[in-house]
């Protein structure tokens, strides 16, 4: 096993971009929002969604007193819509089982809605210190590429979180350094398609760089089509419900000239099977209780 974690470190603590997230006084809640926005969602988009976020609602106890509704129209366009959503009943469970402060405890982070695997482990690492491996798509690329060899990685497991916690340093700060300094890497140096390897700090120890940049396969889950799928459908029907200047909207009254009425309805339908949406008498309306 290569022992990545001083060059990587000493790289980050150089090269590392200045994220809101990365304040040293940003906090558990800042965190714990940031993640929510950067799933599938990229960094340019997040930071001021962030921003606006946390100035309306600067701890879990502020979104949680508001009705779900806002945290949807808040949400505006970062996509995922569904996000927003358990969000808001991860804040009322914070404020109700937590006293209103996010826990340090894994496993009472992924106790809280919405929460897995990665975003439990980086809001105890990224936000209290503790000394866990947090694995997301660029940190496995680099594994993969690093130490497996593999020009790209495999589909996620719980293998990655094993791999990566035999990176970590044994110094609880350096580990936290480590994991962020693993994921900066895998976003701007150690790309999917076009990885800069001149620039690596780690070029030296790299695997797949030793054995000649083999293709050894992409078996990862192509994401759908955005233009004319139902997620877009679903947004314009949200963004609908966002503008509206009143709470109730007619159902017929809701995007009326898609081009696929059946699309329009399925939409519909599943955006109120996610609670998204609630109907009543032909009307519809953003959620107003968890």
């Known amino acids: 096993m290569p022992d990545l974690a001083a060059p990587l470190i000493a790289w980050y603590r150089r090269n590392a971009r200045e994220l809101p997230w990365r304040a040293p006084s940003f906090g558990a809640w800042g965190t714990l929002v940031s993640e929510f926005m950067l799933q599938q969602t990229p960094v340019a988009r997040v930071v001021p969604h962030l921003e606006a976020w946390l100035g309306r609602w600067p701890t879990p106890a502020t979104l949680a007193g508001d009705p779900p509704a806002e945290a949807v129209r808040q949400w505006a366009n970062l996509g995922y819509p569904r996000r927003a959503l358990w969000l808001h009943r991860a804040a009322v469970e914070i404020r109700d089982r937590h006293d209103g402060v996010v826990p340090r405890d894994v496993e009472a982070l992924l106790?809280?809605?919405?929460?897995?695997?990665?975003?439990?482990?980086?809001?105890?690492?990224?936000?209290?210190?503790?000394?866990?491996?947090?694995?997301?798509?660029?940190?496995?690329?680099?594994?993969?590429?690093?130490?497996?060899?593999?020009?790209?990685?495999?589909?996620?497991?719980?293998?990655?979180?094993?791999?990566?916690?035999?990176?970590?340093?044994?110094?609880?700060?350096?580990?936290?350094?480590?994991?962020?300094?693993?994921?900066?890497?895998?976003?701007?140096?150690?790309?999917?398609?076009?990885?800069?390897?001149?620039?690596?700090?780690?070029?030296?120890?790299?695997?797949?760089?030793?054995?000649?940049?083999?293709?050894?396969?992409?078996?990862?889950?192509?994401?759908?089509?955005?233009?004319?799928?139902?997620?877009?459908?679903?947004?314009?029907?949200?963004?609908?419900?966002?503008?509206?200047?009143?709470?109730?909207?007619?159902?017929?009254?809701?995007?009326?000239?898609?081009?696929?009425?059946?699309?329009?309805?399925?939409?519909?339908?599943?955006l109120i099977a996610d609670g998204l949406l609630e109907a009543s008498g032909g009307h519809l309306r953003l959620p107003r209780e968890v």
């Open 111 to 270: 106790a809280l809605t919405g929460i897995g695997d990665y975003t439990a482990r980086a809001v105890a690492v990224f936000a209290y210190g503790d000394r866990h491996p947090v694995v997301d798509t660029n940190t496995r690329r680099v594994i993969a590429r690093a130490v497996a060899g593999r020009s790209q990685p495999g589909s996620p497991a719980k293998a990655d979180l094993v791999a990566m916690n035999a990176l970590l340093p044994a110094d609880d700060t350096d580990a936290a350094v480590f994991n962020a300094a693993t994921m900066e890497l895998g976003a701007v140096v150690c790309t999917a398609r076009a990885p800069k390897c001149e620039a690596c700090p780690v070029a030296s120890m790299c695997a797949w760089r030793a054995a000649g940049y083999p293709d050894t396969g992409d078996d990862r889950r192509r994401q759908a089509r955005y233009e004319g799928s139902d997620r877009q459908t679903r947004g314009a029907v949200l963004k609908t419900l966002r503008d509206a200047s009143t709470h109730d909207v007619p159902q017929d009254a809701v995007i009326p000239d898609w081009p696929d009425a059946a699309q329009r309805d399925r939409a519909i339908d599943s």
